[in-house]
């Protein structure tokens, strides 16, 4: 979009001088070896039509929701930014519907399903930093320039890193280096504050539309958190962390538009409130539990009716838990969203098939959808437990793990939605199903999250957790029909040492640990990744892409 160029002098040019389809290969051969591989990811994709049921909203409700479709543009003109660069320069090169649809999917030349392999001819490997950092900075240049007088904004969640005239690292803050989108979204957010009905939701869209325009979001944090009965919500702006693979600095612009579910909600209301007890639970020594978050969290279920940047690029997500910021986490809790429509599509279309052709026969039918939301749930439940400061006061756990505090935080929260399940079921406090459902639905839920690849930080967490359980024993792999079937009592001690083990490296803010773990147990083994290559030959996508917007919504 021109949008984007004009913001060039800003931003820099694309980050390398890549060559796409149209511009190398040699030989008719290379062109038809490389249009069949572009297909083949694309089918790793099924499409699902986002929608919800939108009986319970009012005419004002719906004027909101028309609003915010007006900021999800440019969110993703962002996104393409700092995942990539010039979105249009790209797209204009590539040849081919399928390749162009897998750009758009990807935001960029490189597969978020294959450990970030380019799919473009000619295209190098992704820059670790994207297109936050210049790419020709090296870690010591940044090292160097943070540390020097007046550098702390080279470290800021919302700031690009470019070069100055004069060839230094300068920082420029988003709201400067955006600052078309970041208007465009702050007027569509302001129109539907003035739209909104509930109190709370027409104060926090206010305080989010400032936000953008100056990058102090800390304010709009807390009104989110203190919004109650509102049915429309919205998640916007630069949240997570995880485009930035160099330093885990950066944080990537992203929105969701969610509808609420309230009989659903209803029913998981009463979790937020044993947070303390579970806590003080924790399968670790005292010094890494106690940190108390804030008791004013909250737990819904949502159907998204629209992703945008970051949370639609590659692997879509199924729950939100939010806000990151660490002050505003202890001072006022997080709200946990369960995206339902979302993870129902992926439990019929793609989990259940999984547990068809990868679990024990006699297994599958503790595969449930129950299981399945309750595991994903307590993952952003999970977010909540365990430390956020080291326990020498030094540091965030965040800033101490670097680019390792992502991977460390998901894989954190997997174990730990676990322990929590098992917790609650042993105390009466959840009443449906089993402990086997539970267990046997996580099991098959890896096989179905390492498929999205181990170079994100859920994939590292993902591969840690297969390779750890498997080491432990709580699961086996039956050679001669090439299924797995869980121990359910060596699964719960695994269950508890991965625990502790990573809310010790947390705690202790030991980096050279959480390397050391990712670098021994993140990888997908060969073996594993023979047994995923099963599932694509029986056709079983890897994740789910939407048709979403206005016309899908309302018709027309």
Same mark, same amino acid.
């Given at each position: 979009?021109?949008?984007? *160029?004009?913001?060039?002098?800003?931003?820099?040019?694309?980050?390398?001088?890549?060559?796409?389809?149209?511009?190398?290969?040699?030989?008719?051969?290379?062109?038809?070896?490389?249009?069949?591989?572009?297909?083949?990811?694309?089918?790793?994709?099924?499409?699902?039509?986002?929608?919800?049921?939108?009986?319970?909203?009012?005419?004002?409700?719906?004027?909101?929701?028309?609003?915010?479709?007006?900021?999800?543009?440019?969110?993703?003109?962002?996104?393409?930014?700092?995942?990539?660069?010039?979105?249009?320069?790209?797209?204009? *090169?590539?040849?081919?519907?399928?390749?162009?649809?897998?750009?758009?999917?990807?935001?960029?030349?490189?597969?978020?399903?294959?450990?970030?392999?380019?799919?473009?001819?000619?295209?190098?490997?992704?820059?670790?930093?994207?297109?936050?950092?210049?790419?020709?900075?090296?870690?010591?240049?940044?090292?160097?320039?943070?540390?020097?007088?007046?550098?702390?904004?080279?470290?800021?969640?919302?700031?690009?890193?470019?070069?100055?005239?004069?060839?230094?690292?300068?920082?420029?803050?988003?709201?400067?280096?955006?600052?078309?989108?970041?208007?465009?979204?702050?007027?569509?957010?302001?129109?539907?504050?003035?739209?909104?009905?509930?109190?709370?939701?027409?104060?926090?869209?206010?305080?989010?539309?400032?936000?953008?325009?100056?990058?102090?979001?800390?304010?709009?944090?807390?009104?989110?958190?203190?919004?109650?009965?509102?049915?429309?919500?919205?998640?916007?702006?630069?949240?997570?962390?995880?485009?930035?693979?160099?330093?885990?600095?950066?944080?990537?612009?992203?929105?969701?538009?969610?509808?609420?579910?309230?009989?659903?909600?209803?029913?998981?209301?009463?979790?937020?409130?044993?947070?303390?007890?579970?806590?003080?639970?924790?399968?670790?020594?005292?010094?890494?539990?106690?940190?108390?978050?804030?008791?004013?969290?909250?737990?819904?279920?949502?159907?998204?009716?629209?992703?945008?940047?970051?949370?639609?690029?590659?692997?879509?997500?199924?729950?939100?838990?939010?806000?990151?910021?660490?002050?505003?986490?202890?001072?006022?809790?997080?709200? *946990?969203?369960?995206?339902?429509?979302?993870?129902?599509?992926?439990?019929?279309?793609?989990?259940?098939?999984?547990?068809?052709?990868?679990?024990?026969?006699?297994?599958?039918?503790?595969?449930?959808?129950?299981?399945?939301?309750?595991?994903?749930?307590?993952?952003?439940?999970?977010?909540?437990?365990?430390?956020?400061?080291?326990?020498?006061?030094?540091?965030?756990?965040?800033?101490?793990?670097?680019?390792?505090?992502?991977?460390?935080?998901?894989?954190?929260?997997?174990?730990?939605?676990?322990?929590?399940?098992?917790?609650?079921?042993?105390?009466?406090?959840?009443?449906?199903?089993?402990?086997?459902?539970?267990?046997?639905?996580?099991?098959?839920?890896?096989?179905?999250?390492?498929?999205?690849?181990?170079?994100?930080?859920?994939?590292?967490?993902?591969?840690?957790?297969?390779?750890?359980?498997?080491?432990?024993?709580?699961?086996?792999?039956?050679?001669?029909?090439?299924?797995?079937?869980?121990?359910?009592?060596?699964?719960?001690?695994?269950?508890?040492?991965?625990?502790?083990?990573?809310?010790?490296?947390?705690?202790?803010?030991?980096?050279?640990?959480?390397?050391?773990?990712?670098?021994?147990?993140?990888?997908?083994?060969?073996?594993?990744?023979?047994?995923?290559?099963?599932?694509?030959?029986?056709?079983?996508?890897?994740?789910?892409?939407?048709?979403?917007?206005?016309?899908?919504?309302?018709?027309?």
């Amino acid at each position: 979009m021109s949008k984007m *160029r004009l913001q060039h002098t800003i931003l820099g040019a694309a980050l390398l001088p890549w060559l796409v389809a149209g511009c190398g290969g040699n030989d008719a051969g290379e062109s038809s070896s490389m249009d069949g591989n572009v297909q083949e990811l694309l089918n790793q994709y099924t499409t699902v039509r986002l929608s919800a049921d939108l009986s319970a909203l009012s005419d004002a409700d719906r004027t909101v929701v028309r609003h915010l479709l007006g900021a999800m543009d440019a969110m993703d003109d962002v996104y393409w930014q700092q995942a990539y660069g010039d979105r249009d320069a790209l797209l204009d *090169r590539v040849e081919g519907e399928a390749a162009r649809r897998l750009v758009e999917i990807n935001y960029g030349p490189w597969d978020r399903l294959g450990g970030d392999a380019p799919f473009i001819e000619g295209v190098g490997a992704k820059p670790a930093g994207a297109n936050l950092y210049p790419a020709d900075m090296t870690t010591d240049e940044f090292e160097a320039a943070a540390a020097a007088d007046g550098g702390e904004a080279l470290r800021s969640l919302y700031t690009l890193v470019r070069r100055a005239d004069d060839g230094s690292l300068t920082a420029v803050p988003y709201h400067e280096a955006f600052a078309e989108q970041h208007r465009t979204a702050a007027e569509a957010l302001r129109r539907a504050s003035e739209a909104a009905e509930e109190p709370g939701l027409k104060s926090f869209l206010s305080l989010r539309a400032d936000a953008l325009l100056t990058d102090e979001y800390q304010a709009s944090d807390m009104a989110w958190l203190d919004m109650k009965d509102n049915i429309v919500d919205v998640v916007i702006g630069p949240i997570e962390t995880y485009e930035d693979l160099l330093f885990g600095y950066k944080a990537a612009h992203e929105a969701y538009i969610l509808i609420k579910d309230q009989a659903w909600s209803e029913r998981l209301s009463r979790f937020a409130s044993l947070l303390p007890e579970l806590q003080r639970g924790l399968p670790v020594p005292e010094v890494y539990k106690r940190e108390m978050a804030g008791s004013d969290s909250d737990l819904n279920a949502y159907d998204v009716v629209y992703y945008a940047g970051q949370a639609n690029a590659g692997p879509k997500t199924i729950a939100i838990n939010l806000p990151n910021d660490e002050e505003v986490q202890l001072a006022k809790g997080t709200r *946990r969203l369960q995206l339902k429509n979302t993870m129902r599509a992926k439990f019929d279309r793609i989990l259940v098939p999984i547990a068809g052709e990868l679990i024990a026969e006699d297994q599958r039918s503790h595969v449930t959808f129950d299981a399945f939301f309750a595991n994903t749930m307590f993952h952003e439940v999970a977010h909540g437990l365990g430390i956020k400061n080291t326990i020498d006061g030094t540091s965030t756990v965040r800033g101490a793990l670097l680019e390792t505090a992502s991977s460390m935080e998901e894989g954190k929260a997997d174990v730990l939605g676990l322990y929590m399940v098992t917790s609650l079921l042993e105390s009466g406090e959840i009443t449906e199903g089993t402990l086997e459902d539970y267990y046997v639905t996580f099991i098959a839920s890896i096989f179905r999250s390492v498929r999205f690849g181990a170079t994100s930080a859920h994939g590292r967490a993902n591969m840690v957790r297969f390779n750890y359980f498997q080491e432990r024993g709580a699961f086996t792999r039956d050679d001669a029909t090439g299924t797995y079937r869980v121990d359910f009592e060596a699964m719960r001690e695994a269950m508890n040492a991965l625990s502790e083990l990573i809310l010790t490296l947390q705690g202790d803010g030991d980096h050279d640990g959480a390397v050391a773990l990712l670098a021994e147990k993140g990888m997908v083994v060969p073996a594993l990744q023979a047994d995923l290559d099963r599932l694509g030959s029986a056709g079983i996508p890897v994740d789910i892409i939407f048709e979403q917007g206005e016309s899908v919504l309302f018709g027309g």
